[in-house]
């Protein structure tokens, strides 16, 4: 079932990559009739740039262009003709909602900066994703998450603490995704304000502060406890051995979130088989569990070791700790919990059935339904004729 929360409202996007695109798709998930304006004749980087080290595809699925373009409508325009633009501007003054990545000067050049868009739509709300923000000496360049969600706040310096080299961004589009739907939020609060007042809105979200804003612990902590980052440490050196990833004889990694160090440990205890750390002096409360940190890890390391994966899992089931498996994407698509609740959903394409992501948010107990991304222009004469 399409959900219906957004029905009625129009949303013009002319963007690339994935950012706003991404807040554009989450609109389309909430039911927004979602009009994409892409160039006629140059494809979007987001249906072939190749991801390095993937196989072939067993379908032809551009899987990038899908997930941040599911559900929408795609017209294509020749915005630096007069004609092209007018069209555009056609489009903008009926919809509700116009989303753009289009840096400064691009805006300019094609006359659809904030007071060009409300000239013909004084209501709209006009939605920017950039880089670094609207202010500031690089607010007229951009950027990707790489750069400016990923590096630019400590979460790479984070992880490369506990790491030989520094440690790439996990996976592309990360800091896109996150950052969209915060955006695709912004807008539906600004829609909703524009119900009681009539009046439009220009909503900016960044990169940069998208990933301060989930990056604010540490970043808040450098400041009031006067240090450059929060201390990350190798597994050995952990301070509660209780919050830890552990290996098993099979090489798999089972991951504990013991954070309450007072609780639950006779249970871990004897789910693991080692009752014997219960009457250990250097084990006996939290406190001595912390203080003794290095020598409770090296006994959880050879409790865990001496079984398979496959003969913990019954094992911890239910353990009043949270526990859960260090999975790859592979098995995520298959996760019980992810099945359960139609966080992947099935679409049907062109070539086969292939999986999407669905958008985090679900309405009264519905999964949503997801539909394919239109083809590049697909929808170009249908769009003209209405």
């Given amino acids: ?22 807040a554009a798709a989450v609109l389309a998930d909430w039911g927004a009739d979602v009009i994409k304006v892409v160039p006629p004749d140059i494809a979007d980087p987001m249906r072939g740039t190749p991801v390095a080290g993937l196989p072939p595809k067993r379908i032809d699925v551009a899987f990038l262009w899908e997930i941040v373009n599911r559900g929408k409508r795609c017209i294509g325009l020749n915005i630096s003709s007069e004609e092209g633009r007018a069209v555009l501007l056609d489009l903008v003054k009926n919809a509700d909602v116009f989303v753009t990545n289009l840096l400064p000067d691009a805006r300019a050049k094609f006359g659809i900066d904030i007071s060009d868009v409300q000239a013909v739509a004084p209501n709209v709300i006009y939605a920017r994703a950039s880089g670094h923000g609207p202010l500031g000496p690089e607010a007229a360049t951009g950027g990707f998450d790489h750069t400016d969600f990923w590096a630019r706040t400590g979460m790479a310096h984070a992880a490369t603490m506990v790491s030989d080299e520094f440690v790439p961004q996990p996976g592309p589009a990360m800091g896109d995704l996150a950052s969209g739907a915060f955006l695709a939020g912004a807008v539906a609060a600004a829609l909703y304000r524009r119900t009681r007042t009539s009046e439009g809105a220009v909503i900016d979200v960044s990169l940069l502060s998208a990933s301060t804003w989930m990056f604010a612990p540490a970043i808040v902590a450098s400041d009031v406890h006067g240090v450059e980052a929060i201390p990350r440490l190798r597994h050995a050196n952990l301070p509660n051995p209780l919050v830890a990833g552990y290996t098993t004889k099979d090489q798999r990694t089972i991951y504990f979130a013991g954070v309450q160090t007072e609780k639950n440990f006779t249970d871990f205890c004897e789910r693991i088989d080692r009752i014997d750390l219960l009457t250990d002096n ?11 940190s290095k020598e409770l890890i090296v006994e959880i390391d050879r409790a865990i070791a001496v079984r398979n994966l496959a003969d913990w899992l019954p094992r911890l089931d239910g353990l009043s700790i949270p526990w859960t498996v260090v999975q790859t ?16 959903t099935p679409v049907e394409g062109p070539g086969g059935t292939f999986s999407l992501a669905a958008s985090p948010a679900q309405f009264d107990g519905i999964a949503p339904q997801l539909v394919r991304a239109p083809e590049h222009g697909e929808h170009t004469e249908e769009i003209l004729l209405e």
Avoid: W
Wanted: glycine share 4%; proline share 4%.
């Fill in 329 to 344: 994407p592979r098995e995520a698509l298959h996760d019980v919990q992810v099945v359960a609740n139609s966080y992947i």
């Fill in 1 to 22: 079932m399409a959900y219906d929360l957004l029905e009625g409202i129009k949303v013009v996007e002319l963007s690339m990559y994935a950012f706003a695109p991404s």
């Fill in 282 to 292: 250097r084990f006996e409360t939290g406190d001595d569990r912390i203080a003794h």
